[in-house]
């Protein structure tokens, strides 16, 4: 004679099912979010790093006059003259280049790193008197690079972007 209604037995597994499905579906939002996030980092760092790249590439590679040791605690870039004056910058949070702050840039961080570099190859290490430099803006996040720009000038003002 049977029964009418479900098992214990069946009960458990019906729940254990559904458990399963909500854990699978919990972890799909999470990792979603999580990939929303890196993104948006990404794309804000890369905004970051290019509106420096775009202040640095429009000055002249060496000043004729050297304005001499420029202090990098300043809030303001407006005594910079040109490509070589960023060399070693830094600044968290990052700031436009009149010294207000950039706006939702609380724990970024940018760097710039000027280097000369060879002509026949320039991602190798730094090397002298070759009049072709290497601008390498960085944008990070907690310590996480987000964002990266890098172009080449050289003396005769012709300059690449990648």
Not at 87 to 95: A, E, K, N
Not at 125 to 154: I, L, P
Request: glycine share 8%.
């Amino acid at each position: 004679m049977r029964r009418a209604g479900i098992a214990m037995v069946e009960a458990v597994m019906a729940i254990a099912v559904v458990g399963g499905l909500a854990v699978a579906a919990m972890s799909l939002v999470s990792s979603v979010a999580v990939e929303r996030r890196v993104s948006n980092e990404r794309s804000f760092g890369q905004l970051l790093a290019r509106q420096l790249a775009e202040e640095i590439a429009v000055l002249p590679l060496d000043a004729a006059i050297d304005a001499g040791a420029i202090d990098s605690a300043l809030p303001a870039r407006t005594l910079y003259d040109d490509v070589t004056d960023y060399d070693g910058y830094t600044r968290s949070p990052p700031r436009m280049r009149d010294g207000t702050a950039v706006p939702g840039a609380d724990g970024w961080t940018r760097s710039v790193e000027v280097t000369e570099v060879a002509p026949g190859n320039p991602e190798g290490a730094e090397v002298a008197d070759t009049d072709v430099y290497r601008v390498r803006v960085t944008a990070e996040f907690n310590g996480r690079v987000a964002g990266e720009m890098v172009f080449y000038r050289s003396e005769s003002g012709d300059e690449a972007t990648r």
